[in-house]
């Protein structure tokens, strides 16, 4: 099993506490409520959300594909980190074991915060997944991110 790492970080306009509520701690309702047509719904099969739990996330109809499923690996709600595994579905693709994704929100001097992510695919075998596919994915995540930034500027009062 090979393994690539990606780490981006994107700049954001709200606090870091409030990004973490948002994006970590209540993206499972937010999200499919702001961008049905990436995730229709996320829905619990193990656990109570914390470590350890296994939730199956059904994309919507814009999505290339059905489902997946993730299993919560770490969460610290005082130092707003949090790492999820993808460890079924076909966003796998038949080239991948799994995905990690390690991601950590960090106040910025200005005010707003700064969200570091690690993605680390694991493939199967001597698999090999593209450049291309990784930044396909990563644009996918940067779009919703955009979107939820844009949801909380028009709507300040939302996890105070």
Avoid: W
Avoid at 8 to 26: H, N, Q, R, W, Y
Avoid at 32 to 41: E, N, R, T
Avoid at 81 to 104: F, M, P, Q, W
């Amino acid at each position: 099993m090979g393994a690539i790492t990606y780490d981006m970080e994107i700049t954001s306009s709200i606090p870091a506490g409030k990004l973490f509520k948002s994006v970590i701690l209540d993206s499972d309702n937010l999200i499919p409520k702001i961008l049905p047509q990436a995730i229709k719904s996320v829905e619990i099969l193990e656990g109570d959300g914390e470590v350890g739990t296994i939730k199956v996330i059904t994309f919507g109809e814009g999505s290339q594909f059905k489902s997946v499923k993730h299993r919560v690996e770490n969460i610290d709600k005082e130092n707003l980190t949090y790492s999820y595994s993808i460890i079924e579905g076909d966003a796998l693709v038949d080239v991948l074991e799994s995905i990690i994704y390690h991601v950590k929100i960090v106040p910025a001097a200005d005010g707003g915060s700064i969200c570091k992510n690690r993605s680390i695919y694991n493939t199967k075998g001597d698999a090999q997944i593209s450049e291309e596919k990784i930044k396909e994915g990563k644009e996918k995540a940067m779009g919703i991110f955009k979107t939820v930034e844009a949801y909380l500027q028009a709507n300040p009062d939302a996890y105070n």
